[in-house]
């Protein structure tokens, strides 16, 4: 099931990352269902304050008008790309639906 938000928000859209210290730089990219990011998709995110644990921490981005990006209405393949020498993981993280 697919998570929604309104065309009209600007608000963070949180992603939980399994293994991350919250330390690394971390990336969100959003493209259409099916297809794997391009190097232009990549934006810049941040951790949440306090998300670190033992399991991993919380990636998020402020997604809508105003925000770091912004996609219009209809359905969208959230990616998040930890970098974390020598890894860099590039993680499917749900569907966003924009409505």
Known sequence: MAESISSLSCEYLPFFVRGA???????IAFTTPGVEPAPGDWKAAEWKPGSAGERGATAQILFGLGGTTSRPEGTWQAWVRVTAPPQLPVLPAGLIDVI
């Open 21 to 27: 210290t919250g330390t690394e730089q971390v990336e």
